[in-house]
């Protein structure tokens, strides 16, 4: 089944710097990538997601990239603020199929003003 | 629009009672998950409903978990008995469709937060 590696665990960034998340994932029919972010105490929040035919999209300071054939792709927030703060997700799936959401472990980002 | 409902927020418990969450999704969303979040771990899928039929139970331990979905609508999850190791979040989500008809965004709910003593 499939299998997502989340990294770093922990990004500590001063208020206006870039972040950059990283996760791999193990099953190459996998096309559905979401980011969620996830504050204390709250559910978790879809920020962005990309499917597999797609190599970036963009919304305004976030943005994801895809390497399908690295089988990695990643969150970049760019003018980091501390409300940034949260733990972030990704997940992968295969549309289509009855194959679910499979998370990373998480990364706690802590934006310092 | 109404997010997902979950009751109730938190709940402590001893090892070996029971327990039980409910769960209401958005107005027509046919497709409901259960997940459980342990402390520090990303959300793990224990079933997922289509309308009130299961689609994937292979991650519930069904010796002490059950959950269903009667009419479709509201869903209610089980543990019996409790462990202490079932310590976690337990969060519902609901999908207009499920990802096995091209289905994506799922909308998570506030969770409960179960703590097994």
């Known amino acids: 089944g499939e299998n997502v590696e989340q990294h770093p665990s922990t990004l500590s960034v001063q208020e206006g710097d870039s972040a950059v998340i990283k996760c791999t994932y193990s099953d190459s029919a996998s096309n559905y990538f979401p980011w969620y972010k996830q504050e204390l105490g709250k559910r978790p929040q879809l920020i962005i997601d990309i499917r597999s035919n797609v190599g970036e999209k963009k919304d305004q300071r976030i943005a994801v990239t895809l390497n399908k054939t690295a089988k990695h792709f990643s969150l970049h927030i760019t003018e980091t603020q501390p409300e940034d703060s949260a733990v972030y997700f990704c997940a992968a799936s295969i549309l289509g199929s009855q194959g679910n959401l499979i998370f990373g472990k998480g990364t706690k980002l802590s934006v310092k003003p | ?117």
């Open chain 2, 1 to 117: 629009e109404a997010g997902v409902a979950q009751s109730p927020r938190y709940k402590i418990i001893e090892k070996r009672q029971s327990v039980a969450f409910w769960c209401n999704p958005i107005s027509g969303h046919a497709t409901l998950y259960w997940y459980q979040q342990i402390l520090g771990q990303g959300p793990k899928l224990l079933i997922q409903f289509q309308n009130n039929g299961v689609v994937d139970d292979s991650q519930l331990p069904k010796d002490r978990f059950s959950a269903e979905r009667l009419k479709g609508v509201d869903s209610t999850l089980k543990i019996q008995p409790a462990k202490l190791e079932d310590s976690a979040v337990y969060l519902c989500a609901s999908s207009l469709v499920g990802m096995g008809r091209g289905g994506k965004t799922q909308y998570f709910g506030p969770g409960t937060r179960l703590l097994v003593l």
